[in-house]
């Protein structure tokens, strides 16, 4: 068996690294005395207004005072907390691609920088590469404090290029075809007005949105949109995936395969592919702060897709089933552990050992079973160990 987790550990530099991102944003916008007492409540109303009211969300949150400081303080150092816990099994094997040149990043909705500083944290070992960054939002404020927290975070920028762009996403944009595209925390935002149920609206917004991110990317390109893992994220994820797969993308992560998706959530009921991931090794500080706000973390959710131009012919060995760990271990009758996971047979409910062994992220290659039997209850793909 040929075994891959998609959240190894952090390593102790990441935790350091949040820890001084965390000491740069104080450093590079202290905390005026009229926001302090009031951050709390500020991080709890950003927070409703991200999840509950979106309805009424139109990105201005980044131009009220109080709530970018909320964001700055708290929504973005957790979102580089969880990009640190995926970035490096993504893309620590494969990156910086081959060839002498720079290479492009573009990261759409990219407010405060979020991506890039999550790159400088979590990937050391770029920092020396010639990576030159084209950040896009619409709103420019968030985009130059981004700019001036990262230069304080990684001490200038090195051998790091970074270009902001003030732009709404699907305005044209003539940039470098980059070898990453990414959109992170903002597919939210583009479908806030299509009603709940709507899957057409939401599915021609998937079209457009994939086309968008397809025309930034490089002949060997590849797309990562990571948003957080509750229900309607991930089935607008499931829908970029179609429309990827559709244009001859393949699909190197989360999915163990480029067959229907057995996780699109959507239907009430239906099972909608994220992971949870434990926060334990956030810097305490950061706790802290969002136990304040009443937000207490002690798990962060995602929902991801990470698309390649190029195909990955590894996945398609015919003797070997492929498989993907999606949920946390529960109890099963007969003391016996469950945990959810993907495979190319769909929805599969790995049993006892395999259960134990496996972790909520790992990929791994198993000999392809004689016999497909499925759970009564969830209709799921039995595989037993
Ligand atoms: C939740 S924030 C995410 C920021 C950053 N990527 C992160 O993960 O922390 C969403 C960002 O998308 C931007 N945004 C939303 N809709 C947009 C649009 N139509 N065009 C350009 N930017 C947009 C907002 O201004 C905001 O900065």
Same mark, same amino acid.
């Given at each position: 068996?040929? *075994? !891959?987790?998609?959240?190894?550990?952090? =390593?102790?530099?990441?935790?350091?690294?949040?820890?001084?991102?965390?000491?740069?944003?104080?450093? $590079?916008?202290?905390?005026? &005395?009229?926001?302090?007492?009031?951050?709390?409540?500020?991080?709890? !109303?950003?927070?409703?207004?991200?999840?509950?009211?979106?309805?009424?969300?139109?990105?201005?949150?980044?131009? %009220?005072?109080?709530?970018?400081?909320?964001?700055?303080?708290?929504?973005?150092?957790?979102?580089?907390?969880?990009?640190? &816990?995926?970035?490096?099994?993504?893309?620590?094997?494969?990156?910086?691609?081959?060839? =002498?040149?720079?290479?492009?990043? $573009?990261?759409?909705?990219?407010?405060?920088? =979020?991506?890039?500083?999550?790159?400088?944290?979590?990937?050391?070992?770029?920092?020396?590469?010639?990576?030159?960054?084209?950040?896009?939002?619409?709103?420019?404020?968030?985009?130059?404090? @981004?700019?001036?927290?990262?230069?304080?975070?990684?001490?200038?920028?090195?051998?790091?290029?970074?270009?902001?762009?003030?732009?709404?996403?699907? *305005?044209?944009?003539?940039?470098?075809?980059?070898?990453?595209?990414?959109?992170?925390?903002?597919?939210?935002?583009?479908?806030?007005?299509?009603?709940?149920?709507?899957?057409?609206?939401?599915?021609?917004?998937?079209?457009?949105? =994939?086309?968008?991110?397809?025309?930034?990317?490089? %002949?060997?390109?590849?797309?990562?949109?990571?948003?957080?893992?509750?229900? !309607?994220?991930?089935?607008?994820? +499931?829908?970029?995936?179609?429309?990827?797969?559709?244009?001859?993308?393949?699909?190197?992560?989360?999915?163990?395969?480029?067959?229907?998706?057995?996780?699109?959530?959507?239907?009430?009921?239906?099972?909608?592919?994220?992971?949870?991931?434990?926060? %334990?090794?956030?810097?305490?500080?950061?706790?802290?702060?969002? $136990?304040?706000?009443?937000?207490?973390?002690?798990?962060?959710?995602?929902?991801?897709?990470?698309?390649?131009?190029?195909?990955?012919?590894?996945?398609?060995?015919?003797?070997?089933?492929?498989? &993907?760990?999606?949920?946390?271990?529960?109890?099963?009758?007969?003391?016996?552990?469950?945990?959810?996971?993907? +495979? *190319?047979?769909?929805?599969?409910?790995?049993?006892?050992?395999?259960? *134990?062994?496996? &972790?909520?992220?790992?990929?791994?290659?198993?000999?392809?079973?004689?016999?497909?039997? !499925?759970?009564?209850?969830? @209709?799921?793909?039995?595989?037993?160990?």
């Amino acid at each position: 068996m040929i *075994e !891959r987790s998609l959240f190894p550990p952090l =390593t102790a530099g990441i935790r350091r690294g949040i820890e001084d991102l965390l000491l740069a944003i104080d450093k $590079t916008f202290p905390l005026k &005395r009229r926001f302090s007492a009031e951050l709390p409540k500020n991080i709890s !109303r950003l927070s409703a207004l991200l999840t509950k009211e979106r309805s009424c969300l139109n990105g201005s949150y980044m131009s %009220d005072p109080a709530l970018f400081n909320a964001y700055l303080r708290c929504f973005m150092p957790w979102n580089v907390f969880r990009l640190s &816990r995926l970035l490096p099994s993504l893309l620590l094997e494969s990156w910086p691609p081959d060839g =002498t040149g720079g290479v492009e990043i $573009t990261d759409l909705g990219s407010g405060p920088l =979020t991506l890039p500083a999550a790159l400088w944290i979590a990937l050391p070992e770029l920092r020396s590469a010639p990576l030159s960054f084209h950040c896009v939002d619409q709103n420019g404020g968030a985009l130059e404090a @981004g700019k001036k927290l990262f230069f304080s975070l990684a001490g200038g920028n090195g051998a790091w290029r970074i270009k902001t762009y003030r732009a709404a996403l699907g *305005e044209r944009l003539k940039l470098p075809p980059a070898a990453l595209v990414c959109a992170v925390n903002v597919c939210n935002e583009l479908f806030q007005k299509v009603p709940q149920g709507d899957t057409a609206s939401l599915a021609s917004a998937a079209k457009k949105f =994939t086309r968008s991110l397809a025309g930034f990317a490089g %002949d060997s390109g590849r797309i990562l949109v990571v948003e957080p893992g509750s229900p !309607r994220p991930a089935q607008f994820l +499931s829908l970029l995936r179609g429309e990827f797969i559709g244009r001859g993308f393949s699909i190197e992560a989360p999915c163990p395969s480029s067959r229907g998706c057995a996780m699109g959530g959507g239907r009430r009921g239906q099972k909608w592919c994220h992971f949870n991931v434990d926060a %334990d090794d956030a810097p305490p500080a950061l706790h802290k702060l969002s $136990t304040a706000a009443a937000l207490p973390k002690e798990k962060v959710t995602l929902s991801f897709l990470f698309a390649s131009k190029k195909a990955a012919p590894e996945k398609n060995a015919p003797e070997f089933l492929n498989v &993907r760990v999606i949920s946390d271990a529960f109890p099963l009758s007969a003391g016996m552990t469950g945990r959810y996971a993907c +495979s *190319e047979n769909g929805l599969t409910l790995l049993r006892g050992g395999f259960a *134990e062994k496996y &972790r909520q992220g790992s990929f791994f290659k198993i000999e392809r079973p004689d016999k497909i039997t !499925r759970d009564a209850k969830s @209709g799921a793909f039995i595989l037993t160990l």
